[in-house]
């Protein structure tokens, strides 16, 4: 057997300021342990609903990125990941909140 899959990392984590109506965030985790020191295919979801589980764009090392161009609210979002040795390691729950910087044009 191998040690239990572990996400050890996710970022970023609470209020993000953009001045667009759309902000560009990179959802960023590292994955460690498990099969082949963390070497894993990860997967995200704002339901924490497996049907709704969706791969990310970088991913199947220990680093993983997917980019998610949002408008102003909040988000929850879940992970989990998955190793060739077919351990799991589960993950809620990232909140972001998107704030729009108002211009007062002075």
Not at 60 to 82: A, V, W
Request: charged fraction near 25%.
């Amino acid at each position: 057997g191998t040690e239990p899959l572990n996400i050890i990392d996710i970022e970023p984590n609470g209020t993000i300021k953009g001045s667009t109506d759309v902000v560009s965030v990179d959802l960023e985790l590292e994955t460690d342990n498990g099969y082949n020191n963390g070497e894993a295919i990860c997967y995200f979801s704002t339901t924490g609903e497996e049907k709704d589980f969706v791969q990310f764009y970088e991913t199947g090392g220990n680093s993983h990125k997917q980019r998610q161009d949002l408008p102003d609210g909040e988000y929850t979002y879940y992970f989990k990941c998955i190793d060739l040795g077919g351990n799991e390691a589960k993950k809620g729950l990232l909140l972001i909140k998107i704030h729009k910087m108002v211009s007062l044009g002075f």
